[in-house]
């Protein structure tokens, strides 16, 4: 599906066949409506109680809007014939296809055999399912539209990840098991090497080991990471709060998400925050509530979904703070509001709260709009990384140090101790505006545990444009400096391992940049000396990464991990420097908030200022010009 965006991009999106009911994974507490998968009645009772194994199933059985060209091969008492139709709906168990006319239609009636050959395209279904299918298929039903058309219910032999994992994900799981194993042992061997040149410059050496040991341990400790089980018997009160403003083209899509959750109706509640929007987002809210209300009165829409409208434009901390106030429940989940939950995210999320300890955890964020360019794909790459790999490796500690705003849920007793701090957080003077998340994690990591949910999945609409993303990114930086600088007050008491790769972990990327610069130009202008080494470090680093986003999902999308490394050092590592200095400012630059507003009329009058000096300059000029007379 495309959509056109406020930058006139068009974003690429999956777009599942929407099921007659707008809720159709909302539990009725009256059993008077069933949510139970209508393809073959699966419940939790045909698993024996394997409740992994039952979302499985229905993930399985949800269907997408596609328009492939197929083409048919069936064999019959006619022999062989072969002919073309349209696939318009495919799952991983079976496809639709759409027949030209009524003789192809009686054909695969009449078939004894029916093959199958078409290509999934890249965007039409997960990531992970691209590929070519050539399989035999069974005819389940036919179909003949009100509007004419002949359709043909196909189930195929083997579901797509059975015949994926048969004819690609083995073969790819070997050679990015190979590819790791090979690149690992050569990294270490390259930073075993630098110990020798320790003598011309320990520093620079001592830095690309601890480097290189920094980033390879995340990987492991990724590796040893697992999600706390799933137990379908805890589901503790929730609240889902969503901050809004100016997203009048994904808020619905994004209440619904929340709404439409397998979770039990009395303990979730759902809270929109209006903040003061400008377009027409509170018309968009308003018209989805209603919407839900007359779905069906089994739900309690009334009751559990509500929204607020600030009287003027506060800022994002102060929405949510609106809505944690509002909140009924003990857990609180932020919601980011161009991000869409997975109908099983909220049953997933609460699980490690069964920790009495546990203050805080984050869900997986993937990229809702991967296939849209370029950018989108690299920055797909980039965040299953960030969140598989890297979260989890801090999950391992129960120490994650950022809890995204996509998806993320917190104990709100401590929201609450903390919100007067949090809401007026200052920096060298300056207000923070951004950086609610990492910010509000610090208060929660001073006293308890923070951990990862990797079954726990929302998407999220990423910039498809460099002028956008690169804002995001220098904003990002900014919170990331300012709240590591907060964090470095007390993350020394924290878990021994974890402590240590938090200090690694600031170190690294600030002295990046210097680090780079010494080696493409400093070394090769001084020794006249080509940095080989140093490049080829860069590669294996960008190429490790890249190959585990091949072993842990099997998508085409695994060689944008090294056009991102490459993009990083090339252009997004050079934010640093800027960052440094600039930490303190609160502007978001991607859209215009009060302090951007400030910042905006601040940059006009100077504008004006410095115009008015020239115009009167150029007076001044032409009166001397003609002379004390005329002037």
Known sequence: M???????????????????????????????????????????????????????????????????????????????????????????TGILLQMENREQQQKMQEADRIYLDFEIIPGSMPEGYEMRVKQYAALVRTIKTQEGALLCGMEFRKTLAEYAARRKDGYMLT?????????????????????????????????????AVFLLSRYLFGAFYRPVPLDKDYTPGVT????????????????????????????????????????????????????????????????RVSYIVQPVNRGKRDALCEGVKAAQHELVVFVDSDSFLDPFAIRHLVQPFKDPKMG???GRTDVA?????????????????????????????????????PLSCYRREIIMD??????????????????????????????????YQDTAICSTIVPNRHKVFLKQQMRWKRSWLRESIMAGKFMWRKEPFMAVFFYIGLIVPVAAPVVVLYNLVYVPITQRIFPT???????????????????????????????????????LLWQM???????????????????????????EKKKAERKKKKTGGGKNEQAKAQGPDTA
């Open 360 to 362: 805080g955890v984050a």
């Open 175 to 211: 050679v990015a098991s190979l590819l790791i194993f090979f690149i690992s042992v050569f990294i270490m061997l390259m930073r075993a090497e630098s110990v020798i040149y320790f003598k011309f410059n320990k520093w620079l050496y001592l830095y690309s080991i601890i480097a």
């Open 533 to 571: 080494t140093f490049l080829v470090g860069l590669l294996l680093m960008s190429l490790i990464m890249s190959v585990v986003q091949l072993l842990l999902r099997r998508s085409t999308t695994w060689i944008y991990g090294m056009f991102f490394c490459i993009y990083y050092e090339a252009v």
């Open 240 to 303: 889902i709060v969503i901050p809004c403003f100016n997203e009048e083209e994904w808020i619905q899509r994004t209440i619904l998400s929340c709404v439409n959750q397998d979770y039990p109706i009395d303990q979730l509640e759902v809270i929109v925050v209006d903040d003061h929007s400008d377009d027409r987002s509170v018309e968009k809210i308003r018209e989805m509530i209603e919407r839900l209300k007359t779905e069906d009165e089994h739900y309690e829409i009334a009751k």
């Open 2 to 92: 495309k959509k056109k965006n406020r930058a006139s991009v068009e974003d690429i999106l999956l777009q599942p066949k929407q099921d007659r009911r707008m809720l159709s994974y909302v539990p009725d507490k009256q059993q008077v409506r069933s949510n139970v998968d209508r393809r073959g009645g699966k419940t939790l009772e045909n698993f024996e109680g394997k409740t992994d194994d039952y979302i499985r199933s229905i993930q399985y059985g949800i269907r997408y809007r596609v328009s492939y060209r197929v083409k048919v091969t069936v064999r019959g008492k006619n022999g062989k014939e072969q002919f073309t139709c349209q696939g318009i709906d495919i799952s991983t």
């Open 418 to 451: 903390n919100m007067d701090h949090w809401r007026n957080q200052r920096f060298l003077g300056q207000k923070a505006t951004f950086g609610d998340d990492r910010a509000m994690t610090n208060f929660v990591l001073r006293h308890h545990r923070t951990s």
């Open 577 to 603: 420097p800027v960052a440094w200095l600039t930490f303190w400012k609160s502007t978001w630059g991607t859209r215009m908030t009060p302090e951007d507003l400030k910042a905006q009329e601040k940059q």
């Open 369 to 405: 709009n991967t296939y849209t360019n370029a950018l989108t794909k690299m920055q797909s790459v980039r965040y299953y990384i960030a969140f598989r790999v890297m979260k989890a490796a801090e999950a391992y500690f129960d120490g994650v140090t950022c809890l995204s705003g």
